[in-house]
């Protein structure tokens, strides 16, 4: 007998949850904004809109599914099964943690807070809930390009937006750079890091750095298998160059780094406590991954 499906409900400790566990109770949490300013009715008025959303999401649910709640901060903890349907109820942000951690599982945005989110991965209400649920493993899905680093001692990290390789704390690192395409280009380099990112996270810190390059590159699409990638800040010097800054990966190209530093690290999405560490004389691979993210509606 096969299992009913699961839902997994991911979300995250409100900013509310957090002032009150910091500073005790309402009131002193209170107090601690008054000080600054801050009024936290604001802020209590989120928190009662994110608990409204979970709870309409929750009565949606259909009573022969299996439930889990899962919070942003136990993601690496959990192990997801072939047949869940997860469920985000949040910030576009939080689709980019959860999915890292997926295997071509369906996943439903549910924004939270309208007009304060873009909507970009939470494109859809709490009232909707049921309905995508019902389609969700049958319907229509958006299949939304990941990018991959694989360590040459097998260490893999996945990521929606995008990844950055550099120093912890965002020093300089030194490595090799190289190119499997334009003639497989090799250059030692001094930076605070190398930042490559996907169509989806051409809305976040990608454009960002995109924008200050002057828009030279054409940005891909979400579903395009196609990256790009910069260098932030090179430094030339007699022993580093800056000829190779920036640049577009295809889904066969591959973008090479050569630890020339005591230690570098390679995180995505912004989620640094999850990071694969490489020591000198390692190298990691970045191109389009092999999975992708199933974005329902």
């Keep these: 007998m096969s ?10 400790t409100t900013e509310y949850e957090e002032l009150v566990a910091r500073h005790g109770t309402h009131g002193q949490a209170a107090f601690f904004l008054s000080s600054r300013g801050r009024d936290i ?3 209590a008025e989120r928190h009662r809109r994110a608990r409204e959303a979970l709870a309409a999401v929750v009565s949606a649910i ?11 901060a136990d993601l690496d903890r959990f192990l997801f099964a072939p047949e869940d349907v997860v469920v985000v109820v949040g910030q576009d942000g939080l689709v980019a943690n959860v999915a890292k951690y997926l295997m ?9 807070d309208p007009g304060r989110n873009p909507g970009v991965l939470v494109r859809h209400r709490p009232q909707d ?9 049958g319907g229509s899905a958006d299949e939304l390009t990941m990018v991959e680093a694989v360590a040459d001692d097998t260490q893999r990290l996945v990521a929606l937006n995008e990844i950055y390789l550099g120093a912890a704390g965002h020093q300089t690192a030194r490595y090799r750079l190289g ?27 990608l454009r960002s750095v995109w924008q200050e390059r002057g828009g030279g590159l054409s940005l891909p699409g979400p579903t395009d298998e196609r990256l790009l990638w910069f260098v932030r800040e090179a430094w030339p010097s007699p022993a580093t160059g800056t000829s190779l800054v ?12 050569t630890v020339e530093s005591d230690r570098l690290i390679a995180f995505g999405d912004g989620m640094e406590g999850d990071a694969v560490e490489l020591m000198w004389g390692q190298t990691v691979r970045v191109g389009v991954a092999g999975v992708r993210l199933r974005l329902v509606g």
């Design 3 to 12: 299992l009913a499906p699961r839902v997994v409900l991911v979300h995250r």
């Design 41 to 43: 009715a604001e802020v």
């Design 62 to 72: 259909p009573l022969t599914w299996r439930q889990a709640r899962l919070e942003r």
């Design 104 to 112: 071509g599982q369906p996943v439903v945005g549910i924004d939270a």
């Design 129 to 137: 809930a049921g309905a995508l649920l019902a389609s969700a493993h």
């Design 179 to 205: 190119l499997d395409e334009y003639g497989g280009a090799v250059e030692p380099q001094a930076s605070s890091g190398v930042l490559v990112g996907t169509g989806t996270g051409a809305s976040g810190w």
């Design 246 to 257: 920036a640049g577009e990966l295809t889904a066969s190209g591959r973008l090479s780094l």
